[in-house]
């Protein structure tokens, strides 16, 4: 995953995923830092809203049969 702010950008990778107190936890690295997103459930719920779309739910399917190494 690539995260671009006005200043750089970050490769980010998750290494883990948990639930806690309601609240969805990604654990990984930013470059070489470490990192953590935190994401409640109201946030989830507009976060899977855009996910549920036509062209996402293609991108994810043809992703999940790909031919192409993973990163």
Do not use: Q, W, Y
């Not at 290494?15 to 470059?31: C, M, P």
């Not at 070489?32 to 409640?40: K, L, Q």
């Not at 976060?47 to 192409?68: D, E, N, Q, T």
């Amino acid at each position: 995953m690539l995260v671009k702010t006005p200043a750089m950008k970050l490769g980010v990778e998750v290494r883990e995923s948990k639930t806690e107190d309601g609240r969805l936890i990604l654990s990984g690295v930013a470059n070489a830092m470490p990192c953590t997103v935190e994401i409640g459930g109201d946030e989830l719920v507009r976060l899977m809203g855009k996910f549920i779309r036509p062209a996402v739910m293609g991108l994810i399917i043809k992703s999940m049969f790909s031919s192409k190494p993973k990163d």
